[in-house]
């Protein structure tokens, strides 16, 4: 009989508190007649914009008591963002993309957004659509270019010229071996494998681009065209490649801890004189500004070299900063309200300032850099191919990956053949 | 009266059951289900039925991962077993300062493996680390040397600081289990003449069993799905030489392969309970 009572008991508790759990929060009926308040969720990666953004965020919240932005951050928000697709935990605006995700509808059709599209450089608005649709999904406020940064008091006492072709190139590492035996000519920090995927991606991806254009690539990178990607040919831009870089590392033109080296001690190196060279993107100029500010005059910048026959050099120049809605989302007005405020043209100065990325917008005057780096920069996109990243990449073949094969490159696994051959069978895998 | 007894234990046994349902049950159902799809994370899954186990065995990178996991097991588990057992036996001693000695060995158990690979990458790394530094003061001009592009010593460093971290916690409960051991059946051990050689095979091994389970048990599971320490020496590389199979799935599954890393996960899972299984019966039979 105890028994029973216990669970009748039990039963009893338990229903309680799930009817309880489901009950209705707005006991108060003045509650209810209340102005009800959107809560709007920014997803971004973006680790050097947090303040800014919160900022901004702050000033919005503040300026009405409709809407309420939140920001969240995740260091690996390109990976985050699926498992939030999945469990539908989609945020309201995100700054991740990814082809896959446009496929499959998820983003919000921008293509009517002239308030925005007019104001945005025709180069960066062509960045921002969508090849297989010709559509615009996500509107990108800055650029970023990325190319060789040189120190210019040592290429200045060596009397040397930024170099356009490979042979000028290695002529440069090579003097400035001989001269200065304790300077490493070309700093590559290879244990971070997303920088040497950024060698392949501005290097003969950069060859593939500028020989087929920007667009044309494209669509042959989504269709695997080997015909024309040509990745796995042992005289093609891959092999070629391998064969410069297997050759460099032998001169010593190098640093010998490549594959152990990371991005700090690229950078401790560089603003100390002990590193002549080295390959990244405007991100960076925050790191070597702040490692040693008297940098700033004698930071230089200049294309990646030509090194295929025939070619050009090339510079990186992309769309940065994009910001996509999501298609599911319910609160669609209020995210585009709060991105107009985000666009507007001081916000975008401010953004730009505290990014160190130039505005991609018409009407936004920023002083992004010193102007002696925005000189540099100006002068190397106008002398060069400028290129995008390649964001039709296989899904399953990421940047990363492709730095892991330059690691394996380097570590002495591969002859330039056999890297090749490994490169279009890895690429072809990925696409399945 | 028995079988209103049984009913209520049962009906106690209940909510567990609903938890370990929900939480574990529900998800392993899922798994499986997901494991035998091409799902990408992104687009609808299709059936492909066992074609992703098929797949693994193929795959020239994942087998290596299980060589790098093996190879790490079989250096970590023993040796961690083995040095905390040394440590609990200095530790059941007296001394002076045992109680800071027994706080500094355990110390490195409770910091994140992931902030100890940082530390002791800062530490090693070739060139530039502390110790390659210090090396070079004394004399020896290539410092550590490129341990990070030799297979082996790559492993060897990745075994030591993970011993090095967790040594700690096996002391721990080997030191609970001598410390459980009765102290007459030393000293009648001791009136039959036997040594400390002697008692500590006769005597403290034995009773040692428990403790010596649960060490290796939970050791292999840990080694056999390391990942941070991996993640944060040597990210797995150069390439993917030193990646473990836990890596692997996380690579996997980020990589627009979801439906294929879950099935390298169901493998991972009979990789673990192989030799757990093993490790457990030998140890019952001894007890």
């Given at each position: ?432 | ?34 494991s035998l799809?091409d ?9 492909v039925g066992l074609q992703n186990f098929f797949s693994f065995f193929k795959d020239?990178?994942a087998l ?196 294929y890393?879950?099935a390298v996960?169901m493998i ?20």
């Open positions: 009989m105890n028994t029973r009572i216990f669970k009748l008991f039990t039963i009893l508790a338990i229903a309680c508190l799930l009817l309880a759990g489901c009950a209705s929060t707005s006991g108060d009926a003045n509650a209810s007649q209340a102005p009800k308040t959107v809560k709007l969720k920014l997803f971004t990666g973006k680790i050097e914009t947090i303040d800014i953004i919160n900022d901004v965020i702050n000033e919005f919240n503040a300026s009405q008591n409709r809407i309420v932005v939140e920001q969240e951050y995740q260091k690996d928000a390109s990976n985050i963002i699926k498992i939030k697709f999945a469990s539908g935990q989609v945020p309201d605006i995100m700054t991740t993309y990814e082809q896959g995700f446009v496929d499959e509808g998820k983003f919000l059709d921008l293509s009517d957004r002239s308030e925005w599209w007019d104001r945005l450089l025709p180069s960066m608005k062509e960045s921002c659509t969508d090849v297989k649709s010709g559509k615009q999904y996500r509107v990108c406020t800055n650029m970023t270019m990325a190319g060789f940064f040189y120190n210019k008091e040592i290429f200045s006492e060596l009397g040397l010229k930024t170099a356009t072709t490979w042979d000028e190139f290695t002529s440069n590492l090579k003097a400035i071996k001989e001269s200065k035996p304790d300077v490493t000519p070309w700093f590559i920090f290879g244990k971070e494998a997303w920088h040497l995927g950024h060698l392949i991606e501005f290097i003969p991806h950069g060859y593939i681009k500028q020989s087929l254009g920007a667009v044309e690539a494209k669509k042959a990178m989504l269709a695997n065209d080997k015909a024309k990607l040509n990745f796995g040919a042992p005289d093609g831009a891959m092999a070629t490649f391998a064969k410069n870089m297997l050759e460099l590392k032998e001169l010593g033109y190098i640093n010998s801890n490549v594959l152990t080296a990371t991005s700090d001690n690229c950078v401790q190196d560089f603003v100390s004189g002990k590193a002549a060279m080295l390959s990244n993107g405007m991100w960076v100029l925050s790191s070597l500004l702040e490692a040693n500010p008297e940098m700033e005059s004698k930071i230089g910048f200049a294309p990646y070299p030509a090194y295929m026959p025939g070619s050009k050099p090339v510079v990186l120049s992309a769309e940065d900063s994009g910001y996509s809605i999501s298609a599911s989302t319910e609160n669609k007005a209020e995210a585009i309200e709060f991105l107009n405020f985000l666009f507007n043209a001081e916000n975008q100065k401010k953004y730009s300032e505290g990014a160190k990325a130039p505005s991609a917008f018409k009407d936004v005057s920023a002083q992004w850099a010193p102007a002696a780096v925005v000189a540099e920069v100006e002068t190397a996109l106008k002398d060069a191919v400028n290129i995008g990243f390649t964001n039709e990449k296989p899904a399953g073949f990421s940047g990363d990956d492709m730095g892991r094969m330059v690691q394996d490159l380097l570590a002495g696994k591969h002859t330039p053949e056999s890297y090749a051959a490994e490169y279009e069978k890895t690429w072809d895998g990925g696409m399945q | 009266m028995r079988h209103v007894k049984t009913g209520l234990h049962t009906f106690m046994a209940f909510p567990a059951f609903l938890l370990f349902a929900l939480f574990f049950l529900w998800p392993l159902a899922q798994g499986i289900g997901m799809t799902w990408d994370g992104i687009r609808a899954p299709s059936f020239s990178r290596g991962d299980i060589k790098t996991t093996l190879l790490f097991t079989l250096g970590s588990a023993p040796l961690l077993n083995l040095v905390g057992l040394g440590y609990a036996l200095l530790m059941d001693g007296e001394f002076h300062g045992k109680g800071l000695a027994r706080v500094i060995i355990y110390l490195p158990a409770i910091i994140s493996p992931l902030i100890m690979g940082y530390i002791w990458y800062f530490l090693l790394q070739p060139d530039r680390g502390f110790v390659s530094q210090a090396m070079m003061q004394w004399g020896f001009s290539r410092g550590l040397g490129d341990w990070m592009n030799e297979y082996w010593l790559e492993m060897l460093v990745l075994i030591l600081v993970n011993v090095w971290q967790y040594a700690g916690m096996t002391m721990v409960i080997y030191l609970a289990g001598l410390q459980g051991i009765p102290q007459e059946l030393y000293e009648s051990a001791k009136m039959d003449g036997a040594g400390y050689s002697s008692r500590f095979r006769y005597v403290t091994l034995p009773l040692l069993i428990p403790s010596i389970r649960i060490n290796v048990v939970t050791n292999i599971i840990g080694s056999l799905s390391v990942f941070d320490i991996i993640m944060s020496l040597t990210d797995g590389g150069p390439g993917y030489a030193t990646e473990s199979l836990g890596i692997y799935i996380m690579r996997m599954c980020y990589g627009s392969k979801t439906g890393s879950t996960a991972m899972f009979f990789i673990i309970l192989v030799p757990v299984v093993i490790s457990m019966r030998l140890t019952q039979e001894r007890e």
